[in-house]
Nanobody, 124 residues
């Protein structure tokens, strides 16, 4: 049963922008936050940012702060990740995840549901 689906990945040149979407079929009353993570080949999964579902409060990793923006559309049950000023080091598979917890949201261990991931490649 698919509950989170990412879309919007692709290839972009350095300095460009890309927008990812994460649609969820999870009952949103069960979700406190939706987070974005990424994983590059040979590296650990890395926190990108998160947004609380009801209040829209966002938190970002230092590496993405000021370049990436997370937003949500409650009516569409969708969370967005707008990525600007992309760098080659942003290349990774990007995952969205949903958490029922309100703490520890920068850790992947705090998330209960995961999407399948979407590839983002930034060329230099």
């Amino acid at each position: 049963q698919v509950q989170l689906v990412e879309s919007g990945g692709g290839l972009v040149q350095a300095g460009g922008s890309l927008s990812l979407s994460c649609s969820t079929s999870i009952r949103t009353s069960r979700i406190y936050a939706v987070g974005w993570f990424r994983q590059a080949p040979g590296k650990e999964r890395e926190f990108v940012g998160t947004i609380s579902w009801s209040g829209g409060i966002t938190t970002y990793a230092d590496s993405t702060k000021g370049r990436f923006t997370i937003s949500r559309d409650n009516a569409k049950n969708t969370v967005y990740l707008q990525m600007n000023s992309l760098k080659p080091e942003d290349t990774a598979v990007y995952y969205c995840a949903a958490s029922r917890k309100y703490y520890g949201l920068s850790s992947s261990n705090s998330y209960d549901y995961w999407g399948q991931g979407t590839q983002v490649t930034v060329s230099s």
